[in-house]
Each structure stands twice: as C-alpha cells, then as structure tokens.
C-alpha cells in the first residue's frame, strides 16, 4: 500500500513540476519567474525523494530516473489535477493552489506518519508547500479581486478546474494518510481564500478522477513524450 | 534543492578567476574602508572631484556628480547585461522539460532561475542611475537596446547546454571578472555576486560535457558537435578587435573596462585550450597553437562579419527570442495590472484605518 501512495504523491510532485517548468522565461513578471522557478524546484525535489524511495519499495532495482523515464502513462500514478495543460495565468494559479492546499495538510499529516522516510519528507516539504501555498493564495486574490478582466479570467480558471479536486480526497483508509481525512482542512482553506477573492465555487457533480488508477487525461501522454524523449533515445546512458 | 552539489572534478575550470573575483572584493572592502573625501571642496569643481575619485580607485557612488557621458555608458552596459540574462533564459531554458535525469532537470532549472535573478539585480544597478526597470526593458522590447548575440544561437541538442555553460558562461566570467573592480559601485557590487554564480554554472556545463565526452559514442559526438558549433560564437562574445571596438579608450579611462577584447579573448582561449585536452574534445580551430615567444595560444579569429550580422539582427533566433520575449510580456500585461489594481484597493480600504 506503501508503494502506491508514494507513487501517487511523488507523481504528482515531479509532473507538477514539469508543468511549473514550463513556465521559464514566460512568466508575467520577472519575480513571478522565480518564484514559479522555485516551486518547480521544490516539487522536483519532493519527487526525487519520493521515487526514489518508491523504487526501493519496489525492491526491483529501479532508480528516480528509472522510474521518471522509463514508464509509460498508464504505469504513472499521479492526479489529473497536475497533468492538465497550464493555460493562462490564472488556470496555473488555480492548479497551483488547490494542489498546495491539498499537499500542504498531506505533508504536514505525513510528516506525523509511522513510516520514517515518507515523514522525513513531509518535515521537509510541509514547510515549501506552506509557501506553495501562500504564493497561489495571493495570486488567486489578486486576480478573483483586480480587474474585471482579471476577476473573469480567474473565475473561468476556477470553474475549468474545480471538478479534478475530488480525486484528491478518494477515500484510502489503508494508506500511511487516508486521503479523504484531508478534505475538511482543504475545503476551510479553499472557502476562506475564495470568498476574499470574491470568487464562487462551481455547482457541478462532474467529477472526473482515474488517475490513481493510472486512467489519465489526453494530456499526459504528450507530456511524458517531451520529458521522456532524450533519456529513451540513448538507452542505459549515464547524464 | 535536493543534493544536486558535484564534487568538484581536480580540473574543474574557474578556480582561477573565482580567486580574482574573491580579490576584487577585498578590493572593494578595502577601498571602503579607506574612506573616500566627503566631496569636493567647496572651490573644488565637481568633475575635478570625479576624476580624483576614479584615479583613487575609489568608487563612484549613485548620488555622486558624474559625467553625462558616463552615466549614459553605464546605463547602456548594464542594460544590455541585464537584458542578456533575460533573454538568456530562453536558449538554456529551451531544454528544462527535456533535461535527461532529474539530477540534471533540477540544476539546469535553478541556473535559468539564478538568470532571472542576476537580470533582476542587474536592473537594480542601472536603476540607481536614474532610469527604471520598465523603461529599460521597453528598450529592449522596441529593439533599440541589445542583448550579447550569443544567445541568437539555437540549442540544437542536450550537448549544447554543457557548452553554453563551460564556453559561454565561461567567456561570460572572463569578461565580467574585470568588471569587478568597475569605478561604478552599484555595478561592482553586483558583479561580484554574479560572477560567483556564474563560476559554478560553467562548472556545471563542464561537467556536462564531461560526462558526455566520456559516455556513449553517440553522446561523445553530440558533445564534440556542441563545442563545433560554440566556439567561434564564444570568442566572438568579446566584441570586434580592438583596432574597430568605439567604446573602448573613453571606457578604460572611467576604469569601467580594464581589459582590451583581445586581451580577454586571448585570456579566454588560453584557459580553454587545457580543459578542452581534459574533456577529450577537440577545438575546431586546426591553427590552434602554442607560441612560445608570445607565451600564448595563436588561435583563428572569429568571423566578424558573422557577428556583425548577428548584431544586426540576422542570426538564426534574434526573431525569435524577440518575439519570445514580447509574448511573454504582453500576455502577462492584465495579471500585472491585476495586481496594480488590487494593490491599489487595498490600499484604498486602509486609509479610514490609517486616518
């Protein structure tokens, strides 16, 4: 059970990073380059840890890279949250803040877990995802509560990606933290940012999810194939 | 970031020049501590003033007289090095998503991000000569400031990272070493902390390419290529030869350059020939060669007719990165008035508090 979980979370780590990546050299402002620098970073760092450890769990000899690299998309584990394209500004902030407000309890709820290596993590990454999460937070009341034009396209971002939280909280009681614990505390912080940002949440009861269950969006295919492309083209290479 | 530090290789470039960037700053303390003269004297003309300053090898500080002309050289200079950092994100950030290990995803992320910040800082020392950051960099959006022409080249393949960081990055360091001792404080200051951090990133691009050079057959070629296709752009980054270069005695004499271009392209070729014999690759320069009498490397020059085009526009990205670079900041323009406009509510919502 470990195992899944460790995938699922370092998944989500290392494919939200590789989107944050993308964002280099294009941000609306130089310090917002940075600053997305740096949270791509701390995911990615996250992400190692998590693989790595993941791949001993496995106990089949493979490696971070191993396990980035070589796996297909229906083998990768991660929400389809992280996976979506970034679209403008304003859908990168929302997917970055219901991420963070999503990872930030989980780490923190990690970081008190019985398993050593994954609280090890949690100590660490609770604090970035605190920052994570103050980051987006910020933006999302900028933008809910700026220009009309600003306030339209946040609550576009919001609408377009409301429905992908709910995989985040599937139930799994045999997992070092059951998912669907954390529920409560993203949803306190999510209404309290919201109605300052003088945004709604949807009505909706689409729901889509999968993948957990390695069942992704098109999305994600494309962006193994960019991050995959090199590593497979020489194989057993060293970088 | 998570444990991305090499060991450093016995051979690693930049030990040398990290030394004389670490003496330009017990320079600069020292020349502090000296304490300049208050000011000119009252029947003191200011330029007299200036010119003691700069032959003292003190510092020019913002809120000090200074020539018209120096100040406009020293606006032109660190914009157009702010502006090279900015668009130099681009041709290095051009391989972030598919970087090879996650090791190396990592570090090549944090030295694009460690760009932003040397352009961000950069800004901050032209600012002090009364310019401001939104000016500059609509100059360089309406193509009448320029960034170094290196960076109108492509990034073809994962080689070409490791040369940008041991060749360009390196040509970069040569020429901004003597920088540090510029008689410009803010711009001294600044290149102190920049050249630091460049010196790693040359010794992450070397290390790139050691690790290539010393691979597969396939990687070894793709390395050697990479160093084909940089060399001649690297040497060309010290500007034309000194017999066409315009700003360079009225410089030497502010002591904001030290150095002639062929003295720090000879500097350049000289510390590269002995890496390049470690990596295992060859220069593409077959009249590369030791003269004794001279004590340094007879080396081809670059075709400046080539960077001349480039400087012009004509290289294979200037449109490109141009256009990059505009995209960018127009499809940012309603975040940033976003956060203006939300900035200035809250403010608004303050002042009954404050009054």
Known sequence: ?239 | MYGNDFAPPEDAPGGGLLGEVEAAEAALREAAARARRGGPAPDEDVEAYFTDVINADQKIEPRDWMPEAYRRTLIRQIAQHAHSEIIGMQPEGNWISRAPSLKRKAILLAKVQDEAGHGLYLYAAAETLGISRDELVDLLLDGRQKYSSIFNYPTLTWADVGAIGWLVDGAAIVNQVPLCRCSYGPYARAMIRVCKEESFHQRQGYEILHTLAHGTPAQKAMAQDAVDRWWYPSLAMFGPPDGDSTHSAQSMAWKIKRFSNDELRQRFVDMCVGQAEVLGLTLPDPDLRWNDERQAYDYTQPDYAELMRVIKGDGPCNRERMAHRRKAHADGAWVREAAAAYAAKRAERKEPVAA
């Not at chain 1, 280099?24 to 740096?38: G, V």
């Not at chain 1, 970034?86 to 780490?107: E, H, I, R, W």
């Not at chain 1, 889509?208 to 995959?228: F, I, N, V, W």
């Open chain 1, 1 to 239: 059970m470990s195992l899944d979980f460790t995938l699922a979370i370092g998944d989500d780590a290392l494919v939200a990073a590789q989107r944050l990546g993308e964002w280099t050299s294009r941000a609306p402002e130089m310090e917002e380059d940075i600053a997305l620098a740096n949270i791509a970073l701390d995911q990615l760092g996250a992400a190692r840890l998590l693989l790595t450890y993941a791949g001993e769990l496995e106990g089949a000899g493979r490696d971070e890279d191993d396990l980035a690299y070589l796996r297909g998309d229906r083998e990768f584990r991660n929400c389809l949250l992280v996976e979506l394209p970034n679209g403008d500004f304003g859908v990168t902030m929302a997917k970055l803040f219901f991420l963070a407000a999503y990872q930030s309890p989980l780490y923190t709820a990690l970081a008190g877990c019985a398993d050593e290596r994954l609280a090890a993590v949690g100590a660490k990454a609770r604090k970035e995802s605190a920052y994570h999460l103050d980051h987006a937070a910020l933006w999302v009341k900028r933008l809910g509560d700026g220009t009309e034009e600003s306030h339209r396209r946040m609550q576009d971002a919001v609408d377009e990606v409301w429905p992908y939280v709910h995989e985040l909280f599937a139930p799994d009681p045999a997992a070092p933290v059951d998912p669907s614990t954390l529920r409560a505390d993203f949803d306190a912080t999510v209404s309290a940012v919201l109605d300052e940002a003088t945004l709604t949440r949807p009505e909706t009861g689409w729901a889509p999810g999968g993948g957990r269950d390695g069942l992704h969006t098109e999305h994600l295919s494309y962006l193994l194939a960019e991050m995959q492309v090199l590593h497979r083209a020489h194989p057993g290479a060293s970088w």
